[in-house]
């Protein structure tokens, strides 16, 4: 009887590490979304979209692909060293996945961490009464995950903020000259919308939006 007990063993550490991959990928969408500049580049872009008017054009499927691939390329260089200190030694059999797993961390740590304000930082470490971090390697993925999100809403939001400052001036002024003409019940964002756009055509938006975007991590 005790001789399939260490079989028993192995295949129950099996079925233990395939949960634990289901549920790593279960939870992929939201790494990706949460430690990487994804959550900045999709919040400008919406921004963009929301302050010309145009409803969902262009739709939620174009910002989201526009997002995932300019995630890709600013992250190339962190997700390059991830794979040469942590996935390719781990599938030469040179490390475990304990230490595939520091590795991996290490890289992205150091992402999040020149993004994330020290007051949002501060904020996690204080309420969970950890010390302040002397280095990287102390500070938890727990606080340093929700400290670079919040750190990113709020820089996205800034950029929000001066994104919306020229089209609101076309609003205001489209109202008031419809207003001084007696056009009361004239909707202004139907009249404006056609200037917004080809103000934004002009001046080229969406590649000052996108340099905008790629200077902000650099």
Not at 95 to 120: L, N, S
Not at 122 to 151: C, H, N, Q, R, W
Not at 178 to 201: E, Q, S, T
Request: aromatic share 10%.
């Amino acid at each position: 009887m005790t001789e399939f007990l260490p079989t028993f063993n192995d295949d129950l550490s099996t079925t233990i590490q395939i949960l634990i991959l289901l549920t790593v990928l279960s939870l992929a969408p939201s790494i990706l979304i949460l430690m990487t500049c994804f959550t900045r580049i999709v919040i400008v872009l919406s921004f963009v979209r929301t302050g010309l008017a145009t409803q969902q054009m262009p739709p939620n499927q174009v910002i989201i692909g526009l997002a995932l691939f300019m995630t890709f390329f600013i992250m190339a260089p962190v997700f390059a060293e991830v794979n040469d200190q942590a996935l390719s030694p781990l599938l030469a059999g040179e490390i475990d996945q304990e230490e595939a797993f520091d590795r991996a961390v290490t890289p992205m740590k150091e992402f999040m961490a020149k993004h994330t304000r020290e007051k949002d930082l501060a904020l996690f470490m204080g309420y969970a009464g950890m010390d302040k971090p002397e280095t990287l390697d102390d500070i938890p993925l727990t606080a340093l995950v929700p400290a670079f999100a919040i750190s990113e809403i709020k820089t996205a939001f800034q950029i929000g903020f001066f994104i919306f400052v020229p089209f609101l001036v076309i609003d205001m002024i489209v109202a008031s000259v419809l207003m001084a003409m007696g056009m009361m019940m004239l909707p202004p964002v139907m009249i404006a919308l056609p200037f917004k756009i080809l103000l934004f055509v002009m001046v080229d938006g969406w590649h000052l939006i996108v340099k905008s975007l790629l200077l902000s991590f650099s």
